[in-house]
């Protein structure tokens, strides 16, 4: 009676043994279900910091005093900058060209250059803020954004349509967001180089559209030609509102200046509202020497 008494008690002790195992297994099971959970916190403590970062990045300028010693285009400009002279480009902006040994001298571009030398004239003072990671491009000019009077010329150009937003690139893209609002309302305006469609593009400046290679630039508007460039590019007349082939008037859209077209369902189709050709289809008005919008 007493050896199976102790029997029962050997095999007792060792259904514990095995239950505390079992145990200390599903303890570790659960233990280690938490692990993701842990390190999804701990990501996002992580990512909170490095939004904070982020963000004091966005409102902290600083900001150096500068003087300008020399205007070259719209978009670059030599300054005296802590004794030295420094040739600057313009972050996250673009002008059209006025001294490229290639492209020439590009509609808008004089303006540009103009409204740069008007607002930013040798001897001012100014201040810099420079970009992000090395500070330059290749060719050694040192990029920034310019302050003047209080107010970023950067966005200055770009109120104007003086400038389009370009060249983005990390870690420079801190007021990228601000940029393209500022260009919206610019393009929404029709102004500068907003006002020759399909002009400025994401690509770069396109003088094909405004140099009427798909057909004669209008010479009806008395502000057709720019004053201070001398390019024959186009600017719609809003005192010539005629329209021809009306039988297929709410179809296909032409401008006659430009010699582009529109379907009913694009960008521009409603904003052209004078010098109007109406084509029945798109291949009427490529037939007849017009190329379809972009946009």
């Not at 009077?149 to 601000?178: C, H, S």
Request: proline letters at 4%; one cysteine or more.
């Amino acid at each position: 009676m007493r050896k199976r008494f102790g029997m029962l008690s050997l095999v007792f002790l060792f259904t514990m043994m095995i239950s505390g195992c079992s145990t200390s297994d599903n303890t570790n099971t659960n233990t280690n279900s938490n692990h993701p959970q842990q390190h999804a916190s701990v990501a996002s403590d992580y990512d909170s910091e490095n939004q904070s970062i982020d963000s004091s990045l966005q409102t902290d300028k600083k900001l150096l005093p500068a003087t300008i010693v020399k205007n070259v285009d719209g978009d670059t400009v030599v300054i005296k900058l802590n004794g030295r002279e420094e040739k600057v480009r313009m972050l996250c902006v673009d002008t059209p060209e006025t001294h490229h040994p290639r492209l020439g001298v590009q509609p808008f571009g004089p303006e540009a250059s103009a409204y740069t030398k008007k607002i930013l004239p040798v001897g001012k003072k100014v201040q810099i803020e420079t970009g992000i990671g090395d500070g330059r491009d290749k060719y050694g000019r040192l990029l920034a954004y310019i302050y003047v009077d209080g107010k970023m010329f950067n966005e200055m150009l770009l109120e104007k349509g003086l400038a389009r937003v370009a060249y983005i690139y990390a870690p420079n893209t801190k007021y990228v967001d601000q940029f393209y609002a500022i260009q919206k309302k610019a393009q929404k305006k029709g102004i500068g180089i907003w006002s020759i469609e399909n002009y400025a593009e994401e690509d770069g400046y396109h003088e094909e559209v405004v140099k009427g290679s798909l057909g004669q630039p209008s010479t009806k508007s008395t502000d057709s030609k720019s004053t201070s460039s001398g390019s024959n590019y186009y600017k719609n007349n809003p005192s010539d509102d005629k329209e021809t082939n009306l039988n297929c008037k709410g179809k296909i859209k032409g401008n006659a200046n430009s010699h582009i077209y529109h379907v009913p369902d694009g960008a521009y189709y409603d904003t052209v509202k004078d010098n109007i050709v109406w084509f029945c289809s798109e291949q009427d008005a490529e037939q007849a020497g017009y190329r379809k919008s972009k946009r």
